[in-house]
Structures are given as structure tokens and as C-alpha cells.
């Protein structure tokens, strides 16, 4: 824990704006986990299922009513569908791809803001270390002959710090932004899917 201390310390100020941009990506990421995760969690081929069969009986109402019990998107977008069934195909079609338009942004929200961030990492981190050269080479010009190498390494070893902590940074937050843009891609391509599944029982269904 000292040599943590120590690492962070040595660092400088740079080290703050790099740690700031890890806690954002922290809340970020466990923001996305929990919505994604828990409140758009949804047995789809069982929702789906079940929705198919109270269609094919006639079951419009009790559809809603199942549509209603979750707060995940392909049930909201499924219930703006079902409010529309009897219309024509067009109303239908309409209402489902305006609720997606609300709905689907919510699963990719925020997510890319951690590829932005852990780039900002980097930056901060190769900023840090530029400026840490700097004052280390005027610290070495003003020093006396025998000193110079020393201070020099010295000064060194610390700028190395801020990159070191950016990437320590990046790497991580870069390795997460990777599974949630696949988790949210793969949650958005099985809504389509059976949003049009669903569409094409409504559009046979209706009158």
C-alpha cells in the first residue's frame, strides 16, 4: 500500500485528473452493468412466446397487461404495437419505431463515453510525463555536474509515473467498453428481431 502511495504521490498533480477519469469510467461502467444486467433483464423466448400466444388467441388485452409488468424495451416497445392492433399496418409500424427510438438509446446511453475516457487517460498520462521531462531537464541545468545523472533518472522514473497510471487506467476501461458495446449491440439486434416477429403477428392479426 506505501509503494501505491508512494507510485501516486510521485506522479503530481497530473495523477488527479487521471484518477478523476477513472472514477467516472467506474460509475459509468457500473451504472451500465446494473441497467443492462438487471432493470433490461428479460427472458425473451419465453416474453416472446408468450406474447405470440395470447395473440393467436385473441388475448390483446392480457398481451398488454404482460407488456406492462416490465420496464425492459422489447416489452415497451411490444405494448406501443399492441395498443395500435386493429390498425392499419403503417400505425402499427409507427408506433413500434417510435418506442424504439426511445427505448433503444437507453441500452447504448453512456457506453461510449468509456472509449472516450480511457483515451483521455492516455493523453492526460503522456501529458503528465512531457511536463515531468521538462522540469526534470531544468531541474538537471541548474544542478552541479555529479548530480545530474541521478536527478536526472530521478526525474524520470517519476514523469514515467502518469503515463504508467493513464494506462493502468485505459487498458481496463477499454476491455469493458468492449463487452458492453457487444453485450448492448447483441440486446439491440435480438429486439429487432423479435420486434419484427411480433409486427407480422400483429399485422396478421388485425380487424
Not at 409488468?69 to 416497445?77: C, E, F, H, T, Y
Not at 461510449?112 to 521531462?133: D, E, M, Q, R
Request: aromatic content about 6%; glycine content about 6%.
Amino acid at each position: 500500500m506505501d509503494g501505491i502511495i508512494a507510485f501516486y504521490r510521485d506522479g503530481g498533480g497530473w495523477m488527479h485528473a487521471i484518477l478523476l477519469t477513472m472514477v467516472v469510467s467506474m460509475a459509468i461502467v457500473i451504472e451500465r452493468f446494473i441497467f443492462i444486467n438487471f432493470k433490461n433483464r428479460i427472458d425473451t423466448s419465453s416474453f416472446v412466446n408468450k406474447i405470440l400466444e395470447l395473440l393467436q388467441k385473441g388475448s390483446v388485452t392480457s398481451a398488454v397487461e404482460l407488456c406492462s409488468v416490465s420496464k425492459a424495451a422489447l416489452p415497451r416497445i411490444t405494448k406501443a404495437g399492441l395498443e395500435e392492433f386493429g390498425k392499419s399496418p403503417d400505425d402499427i409500424q409507427q408506433a413500434m419505431e417510435l418506442a424504439a427510438m426511445n427505448e433503444i438509446p437507453k441500452i447504448e446511453k453512456r457506453t461510449n463515453y468509456l472509449s472516450l475516457l480511457a483515451n483521455i487517460a492516455t493523453l492526460l498520462g503522456l501529458l503528465g510525463t512531457i511536463f515531468g521531462l521538462i522540469d526534470s531537464f531544468k531541474a538537471v541545468t541548474a544542478a552541479e555536474a555529479s548530480q545530474k545523472a541521478a536527478l536526472l533518472a530521478q526525474g524520470i522514473a517519476v514523469a514515467m509515473n502518469t503515463t504508467a497510471f493513464g494506462l493502468v487506467v485505459a487498458i481496463p476501461t477499454l476491455v469493458v467498453y468492449s463487452m458492453l458495446n457487444e453485450r448492448s449491440t447483441a440486446i439491440i439486434n435480438e429486439i429487432n428481431e423479435n420486434t419484427a416477429r411480433i409486427y407480422q403477428r400483429l399485422i396478421r392479426g388485425r380487424g
